[in-house]
């Protein structure tokens, strides 16, 4: 290893997926030095674009001793029994509880930082006791918590989509985070239309899909940046009784509406101008991957890859604003119970009303 590598941040990476976190981080200046995911073709996406450092295999499988050691730790745990599209039973469930391996994971190698992504649902599921649960079993190893929803489109991606980061910092390290400041708004989103441009001239991952003429026919009824609901009553192709996603069009001087991983019934995502749902190429430029990044698998696969990841661009932004964490003084330092109780509780009452809004 070179000397200039020995400098960067070592990352190890859980709950991988295709990659987006990783990606962020490694435009950051970080280093991944191992990582992990389940799914098979995630992990050929994974390896494809940043080596063979991925083992395929469950987590729960997982020895962490065996682990290398490193500064810093990602994972995006499975985020669908909190999600708000459907309906949540959160840590009621199998694999609501596979965060206990992330946090295992933490507690046997005790990184500078950890950060976990999931969805805005997990601050409200089970009553917020969930959220309250991961928390607690995170401090109960030392780690210093900030928990906060965060909308990536103030950080440059051109998609409404809001997830929560939960980082947390070891106490011995003198480094308190506090999200980044926004660099986008209403203002200055970067829209649909801009992130699309130019986009047909990329050979990956843009294979158009086959549609039925209906389905043609309900999108030239809908203006962009509206769904089904645009669709007029007494038109033979009226549809009611559907979530938001249905039959959306993007909007080209807007950021797109949130990209979901799968569904059927016109979840698809479709193009502002043209009656098509979006390849995946184009749902790439919306989380901001790099025309080069090469997804594997079907076009469903790819989807829901690409739908479950982590915008690399919003990644890059966190990662940037942790540096300053690995070139903190170490020092004795133990919050009390009762102090870091009190600043928990005030967080996740602050983004309790987040979520509401």
């Known amino acids: 290893m070179s000397k ?20 962020g981080l490694v435009q950051a200046g970080y280093e991944v030095v191992w990582a992990n995911d389940f799914d098979h073709w995630s992990c050929k996406t994974y390896a494809k674009n940043f080596g ?20 810093i730790m990602t994972g995006g745990f499975p985020c669908q029994d909190f999600s708000m599209v459907s309906k949540r039973s959160g840590l009621e469930t199998d694999r609501g509880n596979l965060y206990k391996y992330f946090v295992k994971a933490v507690e046997t190698k005790m990184p500078k930082v950890f950060i976990a992504e999931n969805v805005k649902g997990l601050i409200t599921a089970n009553g917020g006791k969930a ?9 109960a190893l030392g780690y210093k918590i900030n928990v906060n ?10 998609q409404l989509r809001e997830r929560v980061l939960i980082v947390g910092t070891r106490s011995d390290i003198d480094f308190e985070f506090t999200p980044p400041e926004p660099t986008h708004g209403p203002g200055n989103y970067v829209t649909a239309g801009q992130a ?12 158009h899909q086959n549609i039925m003429p209906s389905t043609v026919e309900k999108l030239k009824l809908i203006p962009e940046g509206k769904n089904f609901t645009a669709i007029p009553k007494d038109s033979p192709h009226y549809v009611k009784g559907m979530i938001s996603h249905v039959y959306r069009r993007l909007h080209r001087d807007e950021p797109s509406t949130t990209i979901i991983a799968g569904g059927g019934g016109g979840t698809w995502g479709y193009h502002y101008e043209e009656h098509r749902p979006l390849t995946n190429r184009e749902r790439a430029r919306l989380f901001g991957y790099p025309d080069d990044f090469v997804f594997e698998g079907s076009i469903t696969e790819v989807r829901r890859q690409i739908g479950n990841s982590v915008p690399p661009v919003a990644a890059k932004v966190v990662a940037e604003h942790l540096k300053p964490l690995f070139k903190a003084k170490q020092v004795a330092k133990d919050l009390s119970s009762t102090q870091e109780s009190s600043k928990i509780e005030s967080s996740l009452k602050l983004n309790l009303s987040l979520a509401a809004e």
Request: hydrophobic share 35%; net charge negative; proline share 6%.
């Open 149 to 158: 929803l965060y909308n990536f489109a103030k950080y440059g991606v051109p």
């Open 196 to 207: 699309l441009r130019g986009v047909k001239k990329v050979p990956y991952n843009n294979e």
């Open 52 to 71: 063979d450092h991925i083992v395929e295999k469950s987590i729960t499988e997982l020895d962490f001793d065996d682990i290398p050691d490193c500064d």
């Open 131 to 139: 959220i309250a649960k991961i928390v607690e079993d995170f401090r």
């Open 4 to 23: 200039k590598d020995s400098k960067k941040p070592k990352l190890v990476s859980l709950f991988s997926g295709c990659g987006g976190l990783d990606l």
